[in-house]
C-alpha cells in the first residue's frame, strides 16, 4: 500500500501528478490521508472533488505503509514507512522563514534544501527526495549534504505541461472566451505580506480604473494559502470590488496552466506562477517585493534581474504597451532553462523512483499523462454578487 500524504492544496496538485501515475496498477493500492497543516482549509474538499476518501491522520500514523508519498515535511517523521518527499513549485524560491533554529552563522537556504525540513532530531526522514534541477542538489551539497544520496533529479511537472499546451494556445484563449484582438493580463499572486495579493491595496485601483474599455481582459491567480488562509469568502470579499469589472479570480483547485498558456501580459511577484511565466510568449511586469525571502539562485531572481517592474505612479495600460513592446522572443528562456533539467521527463523519471522504492517493476508502458484541459470561459470565475465565486 502507498500512502498519499496531503497538507494543502498547492501539495495536493502537485502529489496528484505522482499518485496518477500509480492509481491503474492493480498491484498498488493509494491510501490518502489530511496532515495537519496551518493551511490546511479546503483539503478534504479537493480530494472529495477528485472522488477521494482519506482516512484520518491517527489511523495512518498507526498503520504501516510500503512507501508514502509526501510534499511537506509536517508530521511525516512519525509514519511507519518510507518516505519520498516530492518537491513543489517553480524551483526552490522562498528561504527558510523560522531562522530560530539555525546554528551561529548557518546559511538561511530554501525549505525543500534546509536540514530543518529535511532531518529531525539529527535523522534524515525521506529515504528519496525528487528535485527539478541539476542546480538544487549543488545547493543540497552545501546545505545538508546527508541528504544527497537519496536525491534525484526528474523534473518539473507544470514545466511539461505547459510546453505540450502553448500549441494550443488559440483553443484555451477560446475556451476563456478571449475575443480576437483584446489582451489577457494574468495577475498572479504568491502568498505573504510581500506578494501581489499582500500589496493589493496598490494594484487593484489600477486595474480597476486604467485599463481601456473592451480591449483587457483580467485573471487574477492567487495562491491557494491566500484561500486557505484567510477563507474564500473572505478574499472574495476583499475583491468584491471587481464585480462589475470583469475581473475573473481563478479559484485555487483549478487549473492555472491554461491561463498562463493565453496570457498576452504577465503582472506578477516572485511566486512560482510568475516564473512557469517565462515559458510562455506573454510579456511580463513584476510588482515590487523584498528580495530578502528570495533565494539569489532561485528562477524569481533570475527573472527579478531582467524583467520590467509595475510602478503605482504611471498609468497602468502604458505600462502594458511598454512591456508589450519591449518583450523579444526568447527573452527569458534563461530563466525558462533554470526550472528543469529534464524538460519533458517528469513522469517517466518519477513513476521510476516510486517503483525502485517499492521494489516492482515498472508497466510495460509509457506513463499516461492527460493533456490540459480547455479551461471554462472567465466568467465563470468573475466575482458575483454576495462575494461568492460565480458558477
Not at 154 to 183: F, N, W
Amino acid at each position: 500500500m502507498v500512502l498519499v500524504v496531503v497538507h494543502t492544496v498547492t501539495f495536493a496538485q502537485r502529489l496528484r501528478e505522482v499518485f496518477e501515475l500509480l492509481e491503474t496498477d492493480l498491484r498498488i493500492q493509494l491510501v490518502f490521508t489530511i496532515a495537519p497543516h496551518a493551511f490546511g482549509n479546503g483539503v478534504a474538499e479537493f480530494l472529495q472533488s477528485l472522488g477521494i476518501t482519506a482516512v484520518p491522520w491517527d489511523e495512518a500514523l498507526r498503520a504501516e505503509f510500503d512507501l508514502a508519498l509526501a510534499a511537506g515535511s509536517r508530521g511525516v517523521h512519525e509514519l511507519r514507512a518510507p518516505v519520498v518527499r516530492i518537491s513543489h513549485g517553480a524551483g526552490q524560491i522562498k528561504l527558510l522563514t523560522d531562522v530560530s533554529t539555525l546554528a551561529p552563522g548557518e546559511r538561511r537556504s530554501p525549505g525543500m534544501l534546509s536540514r530543518q525540513h529535511l532531518l529531525h532530531e539529527g535523522r534524515l526522514v525521506p529515504s528519496a527526495i525528487v528535485y527539478a534541477h541539476d542546480r538544487e542538489l549543488e545547493e543540497l551539497a552545501l546545505s545538508c549534504p546527508e541528504a544527497l544520496p537519496v536525491a534525484h533529479v526528474v523534473g518539473d511537472p507544470c514545466v511539461d505541461r505547459i510546453m505540450a499546451g502553448r500549441p494550443r494556445r488559440d483553443s484555451h484563449r477560446r475556451a476563456l472566451g478571449i475575443e480576437d484582438g483584446q489582451r489577457l493580463v494574468a495577475v498572479t499572486s504568491t502568498w505573504g505580506p510581500a506578494s501581489t495579493f499582500g500589496r493589493l491595496d496598490a494594484l487593484l485601483p489600477q486595474l480597476l480604473g486604467r485599463l481601456p474599455g473592451d480591449g483587457y481582459r483580467v485573471a487574477m491567480l492567487v495562491h491557494p494559502n491566500v484561500f486557505a488562509g484567510h477563507g474564500t469568502r473572505q478574499v472574495h470579499g476583499w475583491l468584491s470590488s471587481c464585480q462589475s469589472r470583469g475581473i475573473a479570480v481563478v479559484p485555487p483547485e483549478a487549473d492555472w496552466q491554461a491561463v498562463l498558456i493565453a496570457a498576452d501580459v504577465i503582472i506578477g511577484d516572485h511566486g512560482s506562477l510568475t516564473a512557469y511565466g517565462t515559458l510562455t510568449d506573454a510579456a511580463m511586469l513584476l510588482t515590487a517585493g523584498s528580495r530578502r525571502e528570495v533565494s539569489a539562485s532561485s528562477p524569481a531572481a533570475l527573472l527579478s534581474a531582467v524583467a520590467p517592474v509595475l510602478s503605482p505612479v504611471y498609468p497602468l495600460a502604458e505600462q502594458l504597451e511598454y512591456a508589450a513592446q519591449l518583450h523579444r522572443p526568447g527573452q527569458y528562456d534563461h530563466v525558462a532553462a533554470s526550472l528543469s533539467s529534464a524538460p519533458g521527463q517528469f513522469h517517466r523519471r518519477m513513476r521510476s523512483v516510486v517503483y525502485r522504492m517499492l521494489g516492482l517493476g515498472e508497466p510495460a508502458r509509457a506513463p499516461f499523462v492527460a493533456p490540459l484541459p480547455l479551461p471554462p470561459s472567465l466568467t465563470r470565475w468573475q466575482i458575483s454578487t454576495g462575494c461568492g465565486a460565480a458558477l
